[in-house]
């Protein structure tokens, strides 16, 4: 299996441009994250899905945060529009059920100039 | 609100000698935990897990032992080798609830030659 694969690595935008993270998760997974993670404040969750239902948002900061899942092997985060505080590394992970480890794709580093 | 938190944020060590890396947690109801070491670059990679129903597990040069009376994890890695240099993070889950995990600051391993 390939892991958790997200796209793209890297992504450098200027402020105001929308941005759209790609998410893979591991075939058979029925749970799904998202996280954002900088020096200040860590890892955070942003919004965590099951069987493909958003089950918790109540991380995504503001409206300009965005997350689906139309189908349990693809998941996207847009952020419109962007602004250099979403400048962080934002990771993916799946897992096949709750009290389960997580698996961490290898993250997005967002860098909003 | 309840967190998690690390006492040492660096801890360096000498090749060969053994780690102690602590974790300490507030939430009463979390009762499933996992370890999570976090290469420069790359996404957190799961090492071990423990549930509350045990105080201690054991896996490949690692231990995990869980003080529920205190609230306080601690990963124990043998003969630390360079290879080991990451930073690692602790995970509680919550249950009855969708095991949401919840990660502290973590705590950055050097290992000396």
């Not at chain 1, 993270?21 to 965590?48: A, D, V």
């Not at chain 1, 945060?65 to 529009?81: D, E, G, V, W």
């Not at chain 2, 509350?52 to 896996?59: A, C, E, L, P, V």
Request: proline content about 5%; overall charge neutral.
């Amino acid at each position: 299996d390939a892991g958790v694969i997200q796209s793209p690595r890297h992504e450098v935008t200027e402020m105001g441009q929308e941005v759209t993270l790609r998410c893979k998760p591991i075939s058979g997974h029925n749970s799904l994250f998202w996280y954002r993670q900088t020096m200040m404040r860590g890892l955070e969750l942003l919004i965590y899905f099951n069987n493909n239902v958003p089950i918790d948002d109540s991380g995504m900061p503001e409206d300009r945060f965005s997350a689906k899942m139309p189908n349990a092997s693809f998941s996207t985060l847009k952020i419109q529009p962007s602004e250099p505080r979403d400048s962080a590394v934002y990771f993916c992970a799946s897992r096949t059920g709750e009290g389960t480890e997580a698996f961490f794709g290898q993250g997005t580093r967002l860098t909003v100039v | 609100g309840e967190s998690v938190g690390l006492h040492l944020p660096t801890l360096s060590v000498q090749e060969g000698d053994n780690s102690i890396i602590n974790c300490a947690y507030s939430n009463s109801a979390s009762d499933y935990f996992i370890w999570y070491k976090q290469e420069s670059g790359k996404g957190p990679q799961f090492i071990i897990d423990i549930r509350s129903n045990m105080d201690k597990r054991q896996g490949q040069r690692v231990t995990v032992l869980l003080n529920k009376t205190v609230k306080h994890l601690s990963l124990q890695i043998a003969a630390t080798q360079p290879g080991d240099s990451a930073v690692y993070f602790c995970a509680e889950n919550i249950g009855g609830g969708s095991y949401i995990p919840t990660f502290g600051r973590g705590t950055s391993l050097i290992v000396h030659p």
